[in-house]
Structure formats: C-alpha cells, structure tokens
C-alpha cells in the first residue's frame, strides 16, 4: 500500500510539471505562416510545377526538330528462286583452229545464275530540312510562349491561394471577436438575472423581466455559437487550403500594421503585372506565332540528303554506294487548305486582342471597387476608434465610481460590453480595410 501511494504521487507530480507542455500542443499559426505553408502543400501548385517542367521538354523536343533526320535501315532477304543467264553456244564468237575447224565460244550453252540466295542491306540516311527551318522556329517559340503560360497560371494560383488564405484568416479573426462581444453581452445579462433574481428573493420587485432577460441570455447563447460554428468553417478551409492535418490549431490575432491607401492610380498602373493580363498577352503573341508559320507553309519542303548504302547479294549492284542529293515534297493541295488556315489565325488574333482589352476593363472595374471598398473601411476605422476612445474613458469612469461604491457591478459589466462592441468594431474595420488591401493587391499581381 505504501509502495502504491508512492507511485501515485509520483504520476501527480509528473502530471503536474507537464500540465503547461500538454496544454500547449496545439499549434498557433500567423498569416505569413499559414502562406509558405500553403504554397508548399498545396496539391495545384505541384500539378502547375509539373505542367511547367512538361513545357520546357517540349521546348528541348521541338528544337530537335531543327537537326537533320537520321534514319538507319538493314534488312535481310533470302530469295528461293534466282535468276538465270543462258549464253548460247557461240554467242561470243568462234576460234579457228585451222582452215576446217573451228570452235564456238563457248562451246555449249552456259547457264550462270545471277545473286545469291541470301541478300543483305544497310543504309544510313540523313535528311536536312532548308526551307522548313523558319517554320520548325516559329513551332520552338509556340512552345516557349505556353511555357511562359504555365509558368504564369502558377502565379495566378498561388496569389489566389494566398489571397483566400487571407480571407479566412481575416474572416476567422473578426468572427472570434464577435463572439467575444457576444461572451461580454452574455456575462451582462447573466450578472442581471442574479440581481433580479437577488431582488425577487429579497421581496424588493416583481417578476416583471426576468423573460425578458432569459431571452436575451438565449440571444446570446445562440449568437456564441453562430459565431463557434463560423469559426470552425473557416479553419476547416484554411486547414484545406493550407494541407494542415486537422483545424485544431490557433490564429495570432496581432494586426498589422494599418499603412496609408496609394493612390488608385497607381494600383492602375500596375495592372501589367497582372497574371490575367500576362497571359491575355502572351495568347495574343501566341496567335501571331501561329499566324505566321501558317504562311510559311505555303513553301516547298526542300531539303537535303546524304547517305551510305552496303549491300550484299546482288552482284549487278555496287556493294558500297556514297550518295548525296536534294529531295522535294510540295503538296499542292495545303496551298488552298492554309489559306482558310490563315484566315482562322486572323480571326484568333483579332479575338486575342479583345480578350486583352476586356481583361483590362474587368480589372480595372474591380480595381476602383476594391479601392473604394478601402476607402470606406478607412473611414469607418477613424469613427470606430473615435467611439472606442469615449468607451474606454466611459469604463474608467465607472471603475472610479465602483471604488467610490457610487455604482453596480452591472454598471461595469454593460459598460464592458459595449466597449467589446467598440473593440470589434474597429478591429473589423481594420480587417475590412486589410481584406480590401489584399484585394487590390490580388487584383496587380502581388
């Protein structure tokens, strides 16, 4: 028994030294933090790193195609039936032996068979394209250029994914100041209650608003635990966004800095760093590329061939055969189809123009949207601090009057609670404003 008491103790004491080292093991993330994670984890950027490493091997493909064409060929036949030679008797000529006799050349018919049963050939071929070599170049910058697409469809998604990891990060912050509010106005309406409920006890009043009360405790009961529920969407989207493991974890709440608003002009002319521009851009330059190589195709293909053939079976051949030459392939008929082409490429360059100007339109009607959007949160940061400032001096006065005895507890508990009311107020203001930054900032680019 003494052994066990021993021990238990010991496990109380163990238990008692690492209370404050279970108690913190749920992690607390900051904005920036919840970013690099994002950026790291996040699933679509791998897929664009993967489709933009795709791209550059297609490059390296298509600049192969500017190299000449090797092709190594050997076959093997072995022929059954052979040719045959007859040369009659004779045919040649004949020799005189002397005034009465004279032989034949050759003397009989000869048969001689021509090849051999077993036939060998191999071959090397190399094929230079000439004309072609603008049109391969044109193919090699198409590629480049959607290169350059991918490249910059990765920019888009990260900045959208730091874009909505603020959002939530901002709209998580807000909802857990509002339930603060809400735990203020709940604690005023709890302290009521006790009072009336006191005073009831104490036959000083009548049962007169105690429903009254009631309700407004379950109001903010019921409001407590919108905002809990909001609270767990927001890091059940985050922990999405970011890879986390679970949304057991903690937001730093220490607001940056609020810095002043620039000029919407200068959001404006920042809009070439736009992705949605860029890309607008780079399509239309993509369409000129294809414009062009489709009149490029309207030249022959002229190009030039060289080789060495070995053969081995066919006596009427030479066996080592050196070659080189010019080969050209013209196909009529693609002088009528890449006219039509031609005209396709037109009307994409022409749609790769106007996509540009409404991507711009769009862009900048979001800018002064989002601008005025700031412009607003701005505003309403300096009357809600205004209104902050009297609340604060408001609850001093009455924590002078509580040590004075000149008031109630209720007193202190109502001016708290709209002093957190305040609190929130500005602190949604600033994160309005904030939200409204990383809008703009979103909308160029950064």
């Known amino acids: 028994m003494k052994n066990l008491r021993i021990y238990i103790a010991l496990v109380l004491g163990f238990l008692l030294e690492n209370q404050s080292t ?20 996040n699933k679509g950027l791998a897929i664009k790193q993967l489709q933009i490493e795709e791209k550059r091997i297609k490059v390296k493909e298509d600049e192969i195609k500017r190299l000449p064409v090797v092709n190594l060929s050997s076959t093997y036949q072995y022929n059954v039936n052979l040719a045959n030679i007859t040369i009659p008797a004779g045919a040649i000529g004949v020799i005189p032996m002397n005034a009465t006799t004279q032989v034949p050349l050759p003397n009989t018919d000869k048969n001689i068979t021509v090849g051999s049963n077993n036939n060998y050939n191999i071959g090397l071929t190399a094929y230079m394209p000439l004309t072609q070599q603008a049109k391969i170049k044109m193919g090699i910058e198409v590629s480049k250029v959607e290169n350059q697409v991918s490249e910059k469809e990765k920019l ?165 055969n050196p070659f080189i030459g010019v080969n050209l392939k013209w196909n009529l008929q693609d002088l009528y189809a890449n006219k039509q082409i031609q005209k396709q490429r037109a009307l994409q360059m022409k749609q790769a123009e106007e996509n540009i100007d409404y991507t711009q339109e769009q862009l900048l009607y979001e800018i002064e949207k989002a601008y005025r959007k700031a412009q607003q949160s701005k505003s309403l940061i300096n009357v809600a601090e205004k209104a902050l400032k009297y609340r604060q001096e408001e609850l001093k006065l009455q924590e002078d009057k509580q040590l004075a005895g000149m008031n109630l507890k209720t007193d202190i508990l109502a001016t708290k609670a709209v002093l957190a009311k305040a609190e929130a107020d500005v602190y949604a203001a600033k994160l309005a404003y904030l939200i409204a930054l990383s809008d703009l900032d979103a909308l160029i680019g950064q």
């Open 22 to 41: 279970f108690a913190q093991t749920t992690p607390t993330y900051s904005l920036e933090q919840l970013s690099e994670i994002a950026i790291k984890s």
């Open 156 to 320: 888009k998604v990260s900045l959208q994914l730091k874009h909505g990891i603020e959002q939530l990060y901002y709209a998580t912050l807000i909802a857990q100041k509002q339930q603060e509010e809400a735990q203020a106005k709940l604690n005023l309406a709890n302290n009521r209650l006790n009072d009336l409920e006191n005073a009831i006890t104490a036959g000083k009043t009548l049962d007169l608003n105690k429903a009254g009360i009631l309700a407004s405790i379950a109001d903010e009961e019921q409001n407590i635990l919108k905002f809990d529920f909001q609270i767990q969407n927001y890091k059940a989207d985050i922990a999405k966004l970011a890879g986390l493991p679970n949304e057991d974890f903690s937001l730093t709440s220490t607001l940056p800095v609020v810095n002043n608003l620039s000029s919407i002009t200068d959001y404006k002319s920042g809009i070439s760093t736009n992705p949605d521009v860029q890309i607008a851009n780079l399509t239309k330059y993509k369409t000129e590329l294809g414009f062009k190589a489709a009149k490029l195709s309207d030249r022959p293909d002229i190009g030039l061939v060289t080789g060495y053939a070995y053969q081995s079976g066919n006596p009427l051949a030479p066996a080592n």
